[in-house]
Nanobody, 124 residues
Framework: VQLQAFGGGVVQAGGSLRLSCVLS????????MGWYRQRPGSQRELVAN?????????????DYGDSVKGRFTISADEAKNTVYLQMTDLKPEDTAVYHC?????????????WGKGTQVTVSS
């Protein structure tokens, strides 16, 4: 199982970036995908998670870290095993290494996989 992230870079404050993360390999069932980030001198923190709804007509469940609510949007393309993170109104404090993750069903349990991070730098 591999996770490969794309889209990091350098952007000015107020700008936007879109990150993508592709999941590949021997995949049984994807339970959840998401993004975490690690800022210099800080622990890894949640950016956003998306968990597929198993109920018809019920949208997928999404969760955001408090600092990105209203500015970042997570989405997923199940057919492509890809998760996206649209980041708008970026701030210098959003500068971090962004890691994507995938929680997979691997009977008899579950396992979370992590990709190598992609650097996002926001200049003031």
């Amino acid at each position: 199982v591999q996770l490969q992230a794309f889209g990091g870079g350098v952007v000015q404050a107020g700008g936007s970036l879109r990150l993508s993360c592709v999941l590949s390999g021997n995949i049984f069932t994807v339970l959840q995908m998401g993004w975490y980030r690690q800022r210099p001198g800080s622990q890894r923190e949640l950016v956003a998670n998306i968990r597929k709804s198993e109920t018809l007509n019920i949208p997928d469940y999404v969760d955001y870290g408090d600092s990105v609510k209203g500015r970042f949007t997570i989405s997923a393309d199940e057919a492509k095993n890809t998760v996206y993170l649209q980041m708008t109104d970026l701030k210098p404090e959003d500068t971090a290494v962004y890691h994507c993750s995938a929680e997979l069903l691997l009977p008899p349990g579950e396992k979370t996989f992590w990709g190598k991070g992609t650097q996002v730098t926001v200049s003031s």
